[in-house]
């Protein structure tokens, strides 16, 4: 399946739930349901699982919550409150063992200890403690910035103010779910929604006198700043949690296996309805508080842990037309209008069909009656068509040959990997040429991973374009407020607002500003790769030269398909055009590096063979903490050629021809100051 079209999926859904959780977190009066809210934000955690290159910011998968309150003091969270990635059945558990396994270059999974815990569908916080006390309490807000709750927070018995055990640490950071267990939200089920909302609304009150009034409970599960604690795995950490006087989830367990990992999911699932509070799944963490350093994490989320969500739930609807949607890079989205339908408790209205391929397998039609299933609870997509209930004159679903956006032709690109055509069709046109297509670039331009701008949301950058305020990127930092000022729903101060949160993002990082510029198959691992390479602006203003784009083949990490797609980029006019007059309006900060006093500032590495004791990716990483640089070929850029077991001999050939230093696994983690 194509990336961009499911990206374009993805991106429309995450501009929506944006639009929810501004309701939801910064007025706490949400305009859905709660189910229809986790639908929604299940949707994308599930794309996000299926397609590890879905990844934005703004995500329910990496910020569990919206941007900080004005009401609240912003606070920088010491350790980023992240999210975790998602597993729906067995086989995202094995392969979830099996990056763990391949990671740590482990023999098998017999070694791999278990903390499995429940997953509370509550608020998440941040208590911090120095020298027993409770000093501060911040909300997840965006994962960064939290807000400041303490005194809503210090209302919950739950809560200890003051700690005098012996062994508490120095300094430490516990978080957990502020809840209300649901016969105390039967009580004041008027006034909220349903119990997550009340707690949401409750802890953002202005007045804590309002908030304790309210019956919220906490439980602690992790941590995440801490100083001075020597524990040496989350078992043991969760029974000092209660030592220490905090309560912990009742259904908490050491599992070693997956078969007896998912007896447990299934015990927990079955026995839901009894539990006092929701669950909405179960959260599995290597146990061991060693390997969880080693593994570290990947973009977003901890590589050392997941949430195993509940089952799917599936019903009967009829399907009424199929719409095609169009993404930024082209892909064309197909989605089923449906007659609505209460899955689970959730009125569902639209379903993914992926794309061509899956609509002629399947054989779907408007008209069908089809069995609809939202997996684990999240994206409603179409199972089976009953042939049974076909009309007679039904007709096959004719995929759009020319874009149903500007009319150029659209095509099915082949894949030089798989040899095979890719499942998506796009539209042949290069970006801003195609109005569709332009739309979803500026909303991507402005989202939260990108430039981030408050007040530009899904609808107003439609708007705007629709009234020609805006056509291209460099238009946003050059609005007439003053016609915008005379729009319907526009006062002086949504006005001052909008300028403001617009003036306030002309300065922006590398990385940011390389993944805002939306060039397909670059996301935001690869723009923070290019960045840390170019180092500054006017480096990627050079890339316009086929020579400078050629080496970024030295970047590991970066191939030829990110190659291509940077040279169709810079071919483009409109796209050059786009940058320089940016360039005018912005600063664009360079690249600091992250270690520059590591043991291997100033080298390069490159490895060939298999390593012993650890994987390839573990190895890349420790360099990058050492201040070390991974190239991707051998040239006269590398200092040392890395060699474990069974290297590649031309590789090999080639650094002794270019008198590049050739040195083996030992010799590399002595270098380290380290033994093998």
């Not at 009953?386 to 874009?403: A, M, T, V």
């Not at 305020?469 to 407020?481: E, M, R, V, W």
Request: hydrophobic fraction near 35%; proline fraction near 3%.
């Amino acid at each position: 399946m194509d990336n961009v079209l499911i990206k374009k999926n993805y991106l429309i859904k995450i501009k929506k739930i944006q639009d929810h959780n501004a309701h939801y977190y910064e007025k706490n009066k949400p305009t859905i349901s709660d189910g229809e809210y986790d639908q929604l934000k299940r949707e994308i955690i599930i794309l996000e699982k299926k397609f590890i290159f879905l990844k934005n910011k703004n995500s329910p998968s990496n910020t569990v919550g919206f941007k900080p309150s004005k009401n609240f003091k912003k606070v920088k969270h010491k350790v980023p409150m992240l999210s975790l990635g998602n597993a729906f059945n067995e086989e995202d558990l094995k392969n979830f063992e099996k990056k763990i396994i391949n990671f740590l270059s482990l023999k098998n999974s017999n070694t791999i200890e278990y903390s499995a815990e429940p997953k509370i569908d509550g608020i998440s916080a941040s208590l911090i403690y120095v020298g027993g006390k409770f000093l501060k309490g911040l909300s997840r807000g965006d994962g960064i910035e939290g807000e400041d709750i303490t005194q809503n927070l210090k209302t919950i018995k739950d809560i200890p103010h003051s700690i005098s055990t012996k062994n508490f640490p120095q300094e430490i950071d516990i978080r957990g779910e502020v809840f209300i267990e649901n016969n105390d939200f039967k009580i004041i089920s008027e006034k909220f929604a349903n119990p997550r909302n009340a707690a949401s609304g409750s802890l953002r009150q202005k007045h804590s006198v309002v908030t304790s009034k309210i019956p919220l409970k906490f439980i602690a599960y992790t941590h995440g700043y801490v100083k001075n604690m020597n524990i040496d795995n989350q078992t043991d950490f969760l029974k000092k949690l209660k030592l220490w006087g905090f309560k912990t989830n009742p259904f908490n367990k050491k599992i070693k296996n997956l078969k007896d990992l998912i007896l447990n999911h299934k015990y927990l699932e079955e026995k839901r309805k009894e539990i006092p509070f929701d669950i909405d799944g179960v959260v599995y963490k290597i146990n061991n508080f060693d390997l969880q350093k080693r593994l570290g994490f990947a973009a977003n989320a901890p590589r050392w842990a997941i949430a195993h969500k509940f089952s799917a739930t599936n019903s009967i609807s009829q399907i009424l037309n199929i719409e095609i949607q169009l993404g930024r890079t082209g892909a064309l989205t197909p989605v089923a209008k449906i007659k609505p339908v209460n899955i689970g408790g959730v009125m569902v209205s639209n379903v993914t069909l992926h794309n061509e391929d899956e609509i002629v397998r399947k054989d779907i039609r408007i008209g069908d009656t089809v069995s609809v299933e939202r997996a684990g609870d999240v994206i409603p997509h179409v199972i089976s068509v009953d042939l049974k209930k076909r009309e007679k004159n039904s007709k096959r679903f004719i995929f759009p040959l020319n874009c149903p956006s500007c009319g150029s032709r659209t095509v099915k690109e082949f894949n030089e990997t798989t040899k095979k055509k890719d499942a998506v069709r796009r539209c042949t046109s290069e970006g801003y040429e195609c109005e569709k297509i332009a739309i979803e670039k500026i909303k991507h331009f402005v989202s939260k991973e990108a430039f981030n701008i408050d007040g530009l949301g899904k609808k107003i950058i439609e708007n705007f374009w629709n009234l020609k305020l805006i056509k291209l990127p460099q238009n946003i930092f050059d609005l007439n407020y003053n016609e915008i000022q005379k729009l319907e729903g526009w006062g002086r101060l949504s006005v001052t607002n909008l300028r403001y949160s617009i003036d306030q993002k002309k300065k922006i990082s590398l990385e940011r500003f390389i993944y805002s510029l939306g060039i397909r198959h670059i996301g935001q691992e690869n723009a923070k790769l290019i960045a840390r390479h170019l180092k500054a602006l006017p480096n990627l203003l050079k890339l316009s030269e086929s020579k400078n784009i050629d080496n970024l083949s030295n970047i590991d990490g970066i191939g030829p398909t990110q190659i291509e797609s940077i040279k169709n980029f810079f071919l483009n006019k409109i796209n050059l055009n786009i940058l320089y007059e940016l360039n005018k309006s912005l600063s664009i900060e360079s690249v600091i590096p992250i270690n520059n006093e590591g043991l291997l500032n100033n080298r390069t590495f490159m490895l060939t063979g298999k390593l012993t004791g650890i994987s390839r990716a573990e190895a890349k990483s420790l360099i990058e903490q050492n201040s070390g640089k991974i190239i991707n070929n051998v040239n006269k850029k590398l200092d040392y050629l890395i060699t474990g077991e069974k290297p590649t001999i031309k590789k090999v050939n080639n650094a002794k021809v270019l008198g590049i230093q050739i040195i083996n696994q030992q010799e590399w983690i002595k270098m380290l100051n380290k033994t093998s």
